[in-house]
């Protein structure tokens, strides 16, 4: 009894267990890889990304005989001695930091030194520094464990030093798509860079939502040609699902590869139809082959209800189609109507055409006039006055006396 009910328990929280691990799946999914906090972060050679914001400022010296040297992790290269300090470059978001090679995992360069006596060198960038980093220990054995040290220097000259550093280096971040961008104009990254999601848009912000008027988005993409054709079609998850309809189109849409010289459009049409206090969130996935997806948010605030596009043409396109229809047939009646006139009825010119008839009468009746065509009587009076006196009078009328009419129509 207890085993029976046992299984029926599994089997009722069996279904439940496994929405549970798809919802966690897809929310794992759904996580942008967004740019780290600092700029103190590297790709090695596989395209994995490796934060070390949390060592920046973090200081590693080594003692020398006159002056020692400090090395403050992603900061600054200092030279302190009893006359003070000199500065041997600065790092900062113009700075490379890069995949190194042989030795060195990592390497970092630190520019604009103390100039003094270093007016001149390397490309009159002042004192620079370069730092070998390699991840564990030292060769030689030094410094293991702990956060690391200084292996090694060599000065180049008075204006350059190079340093080997080991520090247990971070573990391996996603592998990211480098040379991915999106933004809202063919040649900008405001949205990813570097197939990074940047700031503001790596999840929900009110701060930087759309407003309800702005009914459309147009997305640039770019990639490295090389790898551009890795790109799938994007995925578009809106939440709450209800409320805002959201239509994607163009070529990113459809599967076209971005290139650097020419960007693939994503079009985001989308329409408020429940009014709601909190934005909208629609989350743009963007599979990639072999790396991670890129992944993206988009807020949108609903103050009111957006109508469907297009309902305010609709009735004139009604309208339109209407009046065709109607031009259509009148143009086929009056062409049928001439034709049984002047072919059944005889009739020719304007009287062929259907309804003058009717106009006429209405003409007629507005205007008051009569008819326009004479009358016979009056048509046969004038040629029976006009050709009275040319007979001659009758013998039983011989006696009467001809005189003639008040009109002269010259002598006969």
Known sequence: MSARYYIGVCSLHLPLFTALINVLLQAIEMNAI??????????DNSSHIIDFSSWVGQPFEYEGKDSDLVVRFCKDVENRSQMGY????????????????????????????????????????GRTALVNVICGSCLNGQCKGGLGCICNITYESNCRVIVDLAIPCANQGPRVFKGFTVG?????????????????FEKPHRAFSFSTEQTSVALYMTAIASLSSSIQKPIIQVYPENGLEVKVSGSG????????????????????????????????????????????FLTKMCEKRQDVQGDSTKGWATFGILSCIFIVVA?????????????????RGIDALPGMALLSACLETVTGAGPSYPRAEGINSGLVSEASWDHPPSSSNSQRTWTPTDKNYGSI
């Open 184 to 200: 809202f104009h063919p040649r900008s990254w405001e949205i990813v860079y570097n197939g990074l999601t940047q700031l503001g």
């Open 86 to 125: 000199v500065d041997f470059g600065r790092f900062d978001k113009f700075n490379s930091f890069v995949s190194g090679s042989g030795h060195a995992n990592f390497v970092q360069d630190y520019y604009y030194g103390d100039l003094t006596s270093c007016e001149q060198s390397h490309d009159k960038l």
């Open 34 to 43: 967004a740019v780290p906090s600092s700029n103190c972060y590297v790709f």
């Open 331 to 347: 143009s086929l009646f009056c062409c049928g109507g001439f034709v049984y006139k002047a072919r059944v009825q005889g009739q």
């Open 253 to 296: 849409a459809t599967g076209s590869y971005p290139t650097t010289l020419s960007p693939s459009m994503l079009m985001i049409d989308w329409r408020c139809y429940v009014v709601r206090d909190i934005p909208y969130e629609v989350n743009v996935t963007i599979p990639v082959a072999d790396y991670e997806p890129i992944s993206f």
